[in-house]
């Protein structure tokens, strides 16, 4: 294989790791205000995520450093031509990075409320315009001769790319909502449960679409048959909510969220990026890439260290498994001064 | 101001507010690890309150390092996207290696360490830390070597069909020189940093002689820290110096304002007259000490302004060559004069608080508390200055900042990127300095009883 073919499949990995990790965490946000009904309820729903989202976040400053080094000409076409959607992402992020170490820093109502505020919209934000950022990287955008961005914002809110952003926002929400039920004890699971069972359905459907006008849009065997694997396993996912199935429920969301990103991939290639204005002016794997002497020094890197990262990141799973219940929460909020 | 003018105005606010929190969680990552260590091997109750409380204070910090480091990297795609395509291949190696190493390093082991205190026997948790640590030393090292790439390139050929920068060598770009002087430079300003910040924040309470068996150890601490990263900075600042002048003069020449080629060549500590030093009405000037620093040589000729500009303009094409002065004089001296500043207030403050004593002097302790801004701005001189007096240049005698901005992006956009991302980190400074200074004055924690082992489902040690 190619080193460019084996460079687009890592950053195919990347991002559907970015979507698997971080797409519960944004769930977990979205859901604080239906699943949270008071503090301390609030307070367990963010711990559920606690030790692990900033380290899922990362998953996404790799894929972006990787697009940088394996895709230097996508990572500049993309990352200037969604120039304000990306703001918008970034200002999204940043409050709600800060959200969850700080809200809990003061014991008063109107500071809590505010960062909550934070953690909502900064896990929606994201969890909707990356879907609509994938959308419109699969459908093509206007670039020119030079590969620049010729397009404008409004282009970039077309029906099919808001389709997409509404798929992940309910993959992520369901996504979420299975996490919470896997993760708690007591009442929470069983609310976070019904939640997930009952968000299965809608999920199914808007993210069915998606993938299904994806098919038909761009026709292409594998994408079809990653699409339907991964409409198959949101299908379980649906029953195994139903059932509560905790853990069946979470592998299914996780497996359609995966596989849904790499149905997108899969259909995008030998492109990376392709041009509604002339395929001459598309960025591909091998017109975007940088030189093989840098993907083979990147690919060695890649090859050494990423299994120790999964081991170490796998671990911090399993230190933190046990189920979390409100009794877990301590009443008192942590005061100045008070452990580390 | 056009697009490029607003992202340059951008990058300069957005990286400099970064490294407000990067070097303390550099330096106070290590500093905490070190108390825990002391706590784990002498058992001492004062050794865990320090590193509980100092350990807060790092996270508070942590925290805003983390998501203003996301626009960092986005940032170079948005606003740089010819320099993105001209460098990609040499200089996304690094960011994504830094990604790959050290983020996931840092993430998940401080994740693990803060809420790991009764989910992790002592040793493993104490590991947690260290690791932490390790990957902001990996971070710093990597980002460092993409920097010091912009202003020593080297490891590559020009490709003249794309017209782009290739990389031949990662081994040559991770081992450039202007890296190996720049990486300790760095991290012991970094160090300097965080020992000011236990210095001042003890301090803080010392004066009203409020938890002496804390503070006392924490000002005496800080204050070494101070002492000796700063002698530290000093050398590594030195020789940097030296290996700046050999591949950048023109920095070195913006730094003094020396316009004619000198030598020996004098050091002025300041300056009246106009801001760009062509015309001095008085200064105070070290004899030879420009000539010591540039060259190693108390006698040794320093090329001025005026006959690099000339030779620039002969290799490179007709052009302006020079930095802009005024800012290259004026961040050279901040830079050394806040961190000597604060090494001389370490010094005082050791000496006035010598064998447990408590000086009554107010101004004494307003000085020390002072302490923890100075190394903050010298700081960012520092960066000013090596960034400033690179220009016209992004990429060293190779690449201009005028071509390295990005076509795609409107003055529109670029406006409203630098205003939004501006107020945004303006507020967080307001509420990340009130949470400072709240869990700073709440002083260290007293410890809870110990635990019931026998209960499974107590209560979090730590929760958000």
Sequence with gaps: MELTTVWFALIAVLWAGYFLLEGFDFGV??????????????????????????????????????????????????????????????????????AFEYRGKRDDAVWKRRWDYCIIGGSLVPALLWGVAFGNIVRGVRLDADHEYVGGFLDLLNPYALLGGLTTLTLFTLHGAVFLALKTGGEMRERAGRLAAALAVPALVVAGGFLLWTAVAHPDSAGWILSGI????????AVATRLRREGWAFLATGATVVLATFSLFVTLFPDVMPSTIASANSLT??????????????TWVAVVFTPIVLVYQGWTYWVFRKRLTVEHIPVAPVRAGETG | MDALDLARWQFGIITVYHFFFVPITIGMSALV??????????????????????????????????????????????????????VGDIFGAPLAIEGLLAFFLESTFLGLWIFGWDRLPKGLHLATIWLASIGTLLSAYFILAANSWMQHPVGYELNAETGRAELNSIGAVLTNSTTLVTFPHTITACFLTAGAVLLAVSAWHLRKRHQEEVFRPGLKLGAWVVLVAGVGVLITGDLQARIMTEQQPMKMAAAEAL??????????????????????????????????????????????????????????????????????????????????????????????????????????????????????????????????????????????????????????????????????????????????????????????????????????????
């Design chain 1, 29 to 98: 946000g979205i859901l604080l205000p239906f699943l949270g009904r008071d503090d301390r309820e609030r307070r367990l729903l963010i711990n559920t995520i606690g030790p692990v989202w900033d380290g899922n976040e990362v998953w996404l400053l790799v894929a972006g450093g990787a697009t940088f080094a394996a895709f230097p000409e996508w990572y500049a076409t993309l990352f200037s031509g969604f120039y304000l959607p990306l703001l918008i992402i970034l200002v999204a992020l940043i409050v709600r990075g800060v």
């Design chain 2, 259 to 464: 316009y004619e080629t000198t030598g020996p060549a004098g050091f002025s500590l300041f300056t009246i007259g106009s801001l760009d030093g062509r015309e001095e009405v008085a200064s105070v000037r070290i004899p030879s000490l420009l000539s010591f620093m540039a060259t190693g040589s108390p006698t040794g000729e320093v090329e001025g302004i005026n006959d690099l500009q000339q030779a620039y303009a002969e290799k490179y094409g007709p052009g302006n060559y020079t930095p802009y002065v005024p800012v290259t004089y004026w961040s050279f001296r901040l830079m050394i004069g806040f961190g000597l500043l604060a090494m001389l207030v370490a010094a005082v403050a050791l000496w006035a608080t010598r064998g447990g004593r408590t000086p009554a002097s107010r101004w004494l302790w307003y000085a020390a508390i002072s302490t923890i801004a100075m190394p903050l701005l010298a700081n960012s001189f520092g960066w000013i200055f090596t960034e400033m007096g690179r220009q016209p240049w992004t990429v060293f005698g190779v690449f201009t900042t005028a071509r390295s901005g990005s076509p795609s992006v409107s003055t529109a956009e670029a406006a409203t990127s630098l205003i939004v991302l501006t107020v945004l980190y303006g507020v967080l400074a307001v509420v990340e300095v009130g949470l400072f200074v709240k869990y700073a004055g709440a002083g260290a924690p007293e410890l809870p009883p110990p635990p019931d082992e026998e209960e499974a489902d107590r209560p979090l040690a730590f929760a958000y």
């Design chain 1, 285 to 298: 794997t091998t017109n975007a890439a940088s030189t093989p002497y840098t993907l083979t020094v990147m």
């Design chain 2, 33 to 86: 690890a070190g108390l825990q260590t002391a706590w784990v091997r002498t058992g001492k109750e004062h050794y865990l309150r320090a590193t509980k409380f100092w350990g807060k204070l790092f996270l508070i910090n942590f925290a805003m390092g983390v998501v203003t480091g996301i626009v960092q990297e986005f940032q170079f795609g948005m606003n740089w996207s010819d320099y993105s395509r001209f």
């Design chain 1, 230 to 237: 991964a409409a198959l396993a949101l299908a379980g996912a």
